[in-house]
C-alpha cells in the first residue's frame, strides 16, 4: 500500500497526503466536500507537498465552496445482474455505432465502475468507459463515448481536441459543462 498521511490545515480541514508512483508533480484532487486528496510524486517529500498545498488553501476553500452549493446528482452503483448485462450490450452497440458514424477505430473496449472519471482512452486506442454513465442520459451517454473515441485521435485535451469534439457534437464543452454540473462520480 501506498505511504499516506493525513494533515489537518484550519481553514480545509483533513487533507489526505499520498505517495503516487504514477504523478509527476504535485496534484490536488477534491472529490466532493470531505475528500482532499494531494498526490505526492516519487522523489518529493511530503514537508515539500504541504507547503505546496498550505499556498493553494485559497483554492481549495473555493472548490469545497462548489462542492457545498452543487446540485450534481452523486451517482451510485445501483445494477443488479441482468440490468448490467443489458446496459454493456447498448452501451456497446452505441460506441460501435458512433465509431462507425465518425471514422473512429478502436483496439478493445471494457466497461468498468471508476470512482473519478467518466472514461479513458490507451495509447493503443483500448477505451474502458465507466459503466456508471448508464445512469446519465443518452445525450450526456452519446458525448462521453464520443470523447474517448476521439481521443483515439488526439490524446490529449488541447485546442485541436475540443475543435475536434465541437464539430462532432456542437458545442463540447457546455455539454462537458452539464455533465460535471448535472452528475459528480465521488461524493
Not at 504523478?23 to 470531505?34: L, T, Y
Not at 483554492?59 to 446496459?87: H, M, V, Y
Request: glycine share 4%; aromatic share 10%.
Amino acid at each position: 500500500m501506498a505511504e499516506s498521511k493525513i494533515i489537518t490545515f484550519p481553514q480545509v480541514g483533513d487533507v489526505l497526503f499520498e505517495r503516487s508512483y504514477r504523478a509527476k508533480h504535485i496534484i490536488i484532487s477534491i472529490k466532493s466536500s470531505s475528500k482532499i486528496r494531494i498526490a505526492v510524486p516519487v522523489g518529493i517529500d511530503f514537508e515539500k507537498a504541504r507547503k505546496f498545498a498550505e499556498k493553494k488553501e485559497y483554492w481549495i476553500e473555493k472548490q469545497l465552496a462548489k462542492f457545498s452549493n452543487s446540485t450534481a446528482i452523486p451517482i451510485l452503483d445501483t445494477f443488479t445482474g441482468e440490468d448490467l448485462i443489458d446496459r454493456k450490450k447498448y452501451l456497446t452497440k452505441r460506441v460501435d455505432d458512433l465509431s462507425k458514424q465518425h471514422g473512429f477505430k478502436y483496439n478493445k473496449l471494457r466497461f468498468k465502475v471508476m470512482r473519478t472519471r467518466w472514461g479513458s482512452c490507451t495509447a493503443k486506442n483500448n477505451i474502458s468507459l465507466n459503466i456508471l454513465m448508464a445512469h446519465t442520459s443518452k445525450k450526456l451517454q452519446d458525448y462521453i463515448i464520443l470523447h474517448e473515441l476521439a481521443h483515439t485521435r488526439i490524446k490529449n485535451h488541447s485546442n485541436s481536441f475540443w475543435v475536434l469534439m465541437d464539430r462532432i457534437t456542437g458545442d463540447a464543452k457546455a455539454i462537458n459543462k452539464e455533465l460535471n454540473e448535472k452528475y459528480t462520480l465521488y461524493k
